[in-house]
């Protein structure tokens, strides 16, 4: 009964950070058995691994974008965030964020997706 709710600008300049958030409702980020990830499709591309924040709160990202990437979280509200700093228009995707079971490849539950357009 889990689900994921992204949120966040639909519209972001060049240079600026990109900030999403994740809502989670039904279930607790800190379930030991998951952790919690970003993905990303640009258009007319396939899925692209952001990055994945633990139950402990670890973090770990695709090296080509760790340099611009944070995920966190806050277990007070039950939510994670994502934030790509100096962002282009390559940057510009339908972003979700997805429960992924520990040691299974692939995700269990998505959201919906958010659609974030980096634009002038």
């Known amino acids: 009964q889990v689900q994921l709710q992204e949120s966040g600008p639909g519209l972001v300049k060049p240079s600026q950070t990109l900030s999403l958030t994740c809502t989670v409702s039904g279930g607790s980020i800190t379930t030991m058995e998951y952790h919690w990830s970003w993905v990303r499709q640009a258009p007319g591309k396939g899925l692209e691994w952001i990055g994945y924040?633990?139950?402990?709160?670890?973090?770990y990202y695709s090296p080509s974008l760790k340099t611009r990437t944070s995920i966190s979280r806050d277990t007070s509200t039950n939510t994670l965030t994502l934030q790509v700093t100096s962002v282009t228009p390559e940057d510009t995707a339908v972003y979700y964020c997805?429960?992924?079971?520990?040691?299974?490849?692939?995700?269990?539950?998505w959201g919906q997706g958010t659609q974030v357009t980096v634009s002038s």
């Open positions: 997805t429960r992924d079971r520990n040691n299974v490849l692939g995700p269990e539950f």
């Open positions: 924040i633990s139950s402990s709160g670890s973090t």
